[in-house]
């Protein structure tokens, strides 16, 4: 198994610019997450999602949007990149009886 | 916010005993401790968990006092590339509203040294 795969692994976006962050799971876990992490700083939850068709906001959704049209795959979307947008952002995934999150490489996205 | 608190940071020499803290003074009775790590620029990775009871695995030991307000990880060989951030994370079981969840705090930033 791959494991949880995140692309691109790097990305510099100016202000206004939009793009999605792309995450794909092969472990068939129904819960998948989108976190940022900010230098210095522990993880933040963007969104989440239990299952295909069904999303939830986390801590701080602010100017993103996800959807989950398949088990596999879980995108983030930036529409109108800002400048406080820049960070590292981890893509995870958990198995519904599991109780520990699987993690992707991570996409360092820098606006400027 | 996070339910844990950690020491900033910590120093442990190559192949000794790693021992690292966490308090969780409000734990409730049906919240685990979760312990992850996460290596420089990577994606954070689980290395144990456990309810009430001492737990063993591969990668580490985790000893929780019997009042559950804090516990310790153990690394009973620390290596070179055991240098990472761990976090102590409590989480209920389950999958319904906040035990869908984990809460990151700042964790301790371990450095082992030669």
């Known amino acids: 198994n791959a494991g949880v795969t995140q692309t691109p692994k790097f990305r510099i976006l100016k202000i206004g610019q939009s793009m999605t962050l792309q995450c794909t799971q092969d472990?068939?876990?129904?819960?998948m997450y989108w976190y940022r992490q900010d230098p210095g700083m522990g993880l933040k939850l963007i969104y989440y999602?239990?299952?295909?068709?069904?999303?939830d906001k986390g801590e701080v959704p602010n100017g993103y949007n996800v959807s989950r049209s398949t088990t596999e795959d879980f995108p983030l979307r930036l529409e109108l990149a800002a400048p406080s947008q820049t960070s590292v952002y981890f893509c995870a995934s958990r198995g519904l009886a599991g109780l520990e999150q699987y993690f992707g490489p991570g996409t360092r996205l820098t606006v400027t | 916010d996070a339910k844990t608190t950690q020491p900033t940071s910590m120093d442990c020499a190559e192949g000794r005993a790693a021992n690292l803290p966490c308090n969780h003074s409000t734990i409730s009775g049906n919240e685990y401790v979760y312990w992850y790590r996460q290596i420089h620029s990577q994606g954070p990775q689980y290395i144990i968990h456990g309810l009430k009871n001492n737990e063993t695995n591969e990668m580490a030991s985790l000893i929780i006092t019997e009042d559950r307000k804090s516990s310790t990880l153990i690394l009973p060989h620390a290596t070179l590339r055991d240098t990472a951030v761990y976090y102590c994370i409590v989480k209920g079981l389950g999958n319904a509203g906040n035990n869908r969840k984990l809460i990151w705090g700042l964790g301790t930033s371990l450095a082992v040294n030669p």
């Open positions: 999602s239990v299952g295909a068709g069904i999303t």
């Open positions: 472990m068939n876990h129904n819960y």
